[in-house]
């Protein structure tokens, strides 16, 4: 088998990986691949364990929006009650 692709040899695309990938033929090809499989899998965790903290991340955002809103409210009201003793008593 020739080729110049992942696990074909030294000197023939495949670079100089390790003794399978140097040995070429189709045990360098499956080495290659199960090398490529491995990051490949590496890559989609990396990405779901992104996901899911910019999802939490989102998430606690979102409660702080919320109880900053409420006490926003909170205030807003004190102020409109302090307004309203204010001019009450002119």
């Not at 696990?7 to 023939?12: F, I, L, P």
């Not at 070429?24 to 364990?49: C, H, V």
């Not at 903290?53 to 926003?72: P, T, W, Y």
């Amino acid at each position: 088998m020739s080729g110049s692709g992942s696990g074909s040899g030294v000197g023939h695309g495949g670079g100089s990986g390790g003794s399978i990938r140097e040995a070429g033929g189709s045990l360098g090809m499956i080495g290659a691949t199960r090398e490529e499989e491995y990051f490949r899998r590496q890559q989609k965790e990396q990405l779901d364990n992104l996901k899911t903290k910019l999802e939490a991340d989102i998430s606690q955002r979102q409660k702080e929006i919320e109880n900053h809103e409420k006490v926003l409210e909170q205030h807003q009201q004190r102020l409109k009650e302090i307004e309203k003793g204010h001019n009450d008593g002119k």
